[in-house]
Nanobody
């Protein structure tokens, strides 16, 4: 069982930055791919970013060049640095963990564990 707890959300003006953190309880954190997804009201869940066990990163088209995913295995934590935020980035952001030793994925259905989510609101 893996418990994930996000933090770092909040209200920011357009053009600003936020850093989200996701702390994992699992001792197997270092061998799990991790992902960030977001969901805005009335919209489907959207892939934001993923990071593999080895540190390879993947991004959704809408955030490329603005967001950066990273991980600190010593702290069992994955981060999402969000720069140049836009009002359309407003959503609940959730981190997710895949099974051990698997590849990173952009598909939400392939993640087994989810955090409760943290709200990010970008004002214009």
């Amino acid at each position: 069982q893996v418990q994930l707890v996000e933090s770092g959300g909040g209200l920011v003006q357009a053009g600003g930055s936020l850093r989200l953190s996701c702390a994992a309880s699992a001792r197997t954190f270092s061998i799990r791919p991790m992902g960030w997804f977001r969901q805005a009201p009335g919209k489907e869940r959207e892939f934001v970013a993923a990071i593999s066990r080895s540190g390879s990163t993947y991004y959704g088209d809408s955030v490329k060049g603005r967001f950066t995913i990273s991980r600190d295995n010593a702290k069992s934590t994955v981060y999402l640095q969000m720069n140049s935020l836009k009002p359309e980035d407003t959503a609940v952001y959730s981190c997710a963990a895949r099974g051990s030793m698997l590849a990173a994925s952009t598909r939400a259905a392939e993640y087994d564990y989810w955090g409760q989510g943290t709200q990010v609101t970008v004002s214009s």
